[in-house]
């Protein structure tokens, strides 16, 4: 785990951090719409295939893997692993899992498989243990579509990693599009970095080789 301080004195940002996380602590919800066609038509499972494309573009951008480590030290992580909810059928409380073998798809889903069926029965929150510090979560309510979501965070102004929710997916004008809430810390993550990264993980979803390796 490769993990780079912030020298917040010389860094670009520092303005903006201070005012976002000492004067007026703030994070920031936005609810898109993802068009997964590509994911249906190549027959995939929809929710390891979408957490799988958040992994590769959460990677891309600095912003989104930046947070304290457990040291209270701002910085940058050099990679971010999904740490992602699962609710087997027939239960009301779902479990975390999480994944670090994320360099192509195949691998990830593979490793998927294998820890629902290893953990996927766990009655605990935390269903496969000890997840990583650089990890970031990953949820999905497949039971209703929304326009709008909001996580209410207590603690949440010391944290800023991006936690990102997906609903039901629906068929529009030939084209299947899921909801997906993004919620950030606005002390490292602007709306332009969201509409960014938003546009590039379209990008990869629309990218078949995204998911033929």
Same mark, same amino acid.
């Given at each position: 785990m490769f993990f780079k301080k912030i020298d917040i004195e010389n860094w670009k940002r520092k303005e903006y951090y201070e005012y976002f996380s000492k004067d007026i602590p703030c994070t920031v919800s936005l609810t898109t719409k993802i068009d997964i066609t590509n994911i249906k038509e190549l027959n995939l499972k929809i929710y390891p295939a979408l957490i799988f494309a958040l992994t590769k573009t959460v990677n891309e951008f600095e912003e989104?893997? $930046?947070?304290?480590?457990?040291? &209270?030290?701002l910085g940058v992580y050099e990679t971010l692993y999904p740490c992602y909810t699962y609710l087997k059928d027939g239960?009301?409380?779902?479990?975390? +899992?999480?994944?670090?073998?994320?360099?192509? =798809?195949?691998?990830?889903?593979?490793? =998927?498989?294998?820890? $629902?069926?290893?953990? &996927?029965?766990? $009655?605990?929150? $935390? &269903?496969?243990?000890?997840?990583?510090?650089?990890?970031?979560?990953?949820?999905?309510?497949?039971?209703?579509?929304?326009?709008?979501?909001?996580?209410? +965070?207590?603690?949440? =102004?010391d944290y800023y990693f991006p936690i990102f929710t997906f609903g039901k997916f629906y068929l529009e004008n030939n084209k299947y599009l899921i909801p997906l809430a993004i919620q950030v810390?606005?002390?490292?993550?602007? &709306?332009?970095?969201?509409?960014r990264f938003i546009d590039k993980l379209q990008e990869i979803i629309n990218d078949k080789k995204t998911f033929l390796n």
């Open positions: 989104f893997r $930046i947070n304290k480590n457990s040291n &209270g030290v239960n009301d409380l779902f479990t975390n +899992l999480w994944s670090d073998c994320i360099s192509s =798809y195949s691998e990830f889903y593979n490793s =998927y498989v294998l820890d $629902i069926a290893k953990f &996927g029965d766990s $009655i605990k929150m $935390i &269903g496969k243990e000890n997840p990583p510090e650089n990890s970031f979560p990953v949820s999905m309510i497949p039971w209703n579509t929304f326009d709008g979501f909001n996580l209410n +965070l207590k603690n949440g =102004y810390h606005h002390a490292v993550c602007d &709306g332009f970095h969201l509409c």
